[in-house]
């Protein structure tokens, strides 16, 4: 409940109590009139809470239940008030959640790492993702039109596109064996958390004109209509409940040459983060917990191109 009260929106110019006028400078500041009854009276309601949380004026009993009076600006003032202390709140909830996670994660890797006698736990980087954790249902004919007619918008606009140039582009040059164990690791440690990011790939996956045109260049002999069954085959029988219509329980359903740039490149967060703190030599070492809302769900370790699977991760602690 909101207890502060918060400047007015606008000056009054009668006493708050008594409706008496006011000086210019009553007006400003207490909005009473001076009289002590006034002031012994408004600071009882104060004290009950029977005034309202933006201007201050005294509530009708149909006001007291939402602590504000009826002026326009008075309701929007505290709807707005209502919805910060709700984004603090949920934030503080949250920041406790993923502390919580960390906590959990660092006693799980420090008793993985007594097992299999590894020493200095804390040069395993902790790296806490999130996890996809809802169930596998069959996706509905609206969402297999929902995307049939997305593709379709899309191959409309590719029609008038140019062809790409024929010359080819440099190719780029080939990995280090130590960039090919990251990414490695990194493709790993992404697969643990099971998909969290598709969430956002909806009946669209994120494909974009660009997407359908590089694979149409590809494939110069397929029609627009060849690319739509392509594409609409891939989808399975079943999908993650609310994630995008090819996310399966294996992960994606498109290859990488079919998937949206956004989807190959991405990486959350944590391991972004994990890349950027890398040492740029030695060995690649980490501990990866994936966890949702305070529990964990899978967890690996890795050291170069060992990794070990931790069974039972999302098991009670002894």
């Known amino acids: 409940m909101m207890t502060k009260t918060m400047a007015p929106p606008e000056v009054t110019s009668t006493c708050l109590i008594c409706q008496a006028p006011l000086s210019f400078w009553q007006a400003q500041n207490s909005g009473l009139c001076g009289r002590p009854e006034c002031e012994w009276r408004y600071a009882l309601l104060r004290q009950q809470h029977e005034v309202c949380v933006v201007c201050g004026r005294p509530l009708s009993a149909r ?6 009076c ?44 007594t097992a299999f006698g590894f020493r200095e736990p804390d040069s395993f980087r902790l790296t806490v993702i999130p996890a996809a954790t809802t169930r596998l249902v069959k996706p509905t004919e609206r969402r297999r039109r929902a995307l049939r007619d ?13 062809a790409p140039p024929l010359t080819a582009e440099e190719p780029a040059p080939p990995p280090t064996p130590r960039e090919s ?6 493709g790993q440690a992404c697969a643990c958390c099971r998909g969290f990011c598709c969430e956002g790939g909806g009946d669209h996956a994120y494909l974009k004109v660009e ?7 590809a494939h110069p002999d397929q029609r627009p209509r060849d690319v739509l069954a392509t594409y609409l085959e891939r989808v399975g029988q079943r999908t993650v409940e609310g994630s995008c219509i090819y996310h399966q329980a294996d992960g994606c359903a498109l290859p990488r040459t079919l ?12 391991l972004v983060e994990f890349q950027r703190d890398l040492p740029a030599t ?37």
């Open 63 to 68: 006001e007291l239940s939402i602590q504000t």
């Open 181 to 186: 164990r990251l990414q490695a690791v990194l």
């Open 259 to 270: 998937r949206a740039d956004l989807c190959n490149r991405h990486f959350c967060k944590a």
């Open 150 to 162: 997305h593709l379709n918008a899309l191959l409309d606009q590719t029609a008038g596109w140019p």
């Open 70 to 113: 009826s002026a326009p600006a008075c309701q929007r003032a505290a709807v707005a008030e209502r919805g910060r202390m709700v984004y603090e709140r949920n934030q503080a909830r949250y920041a406790a959640l993923i502390q919580q996670e960390i906590e959990q994660a660092a006693r799980l890797r420090d008793r993985v790492m």
């Open 211 to 217: 997407t359908l045109h590089r694979y149409q260049a």
């Open 282 to 318: 030695g060995p690649i070492r980490g501990f990866f917990v994936a966890a949702h809302y305070g529990a964990i769900h899978a967890a690996m370790l890795v050291h170069d191109d060992q990794v070990l699977i931790v069974q039972g991760a999302g098991a009670p602690e002894p």
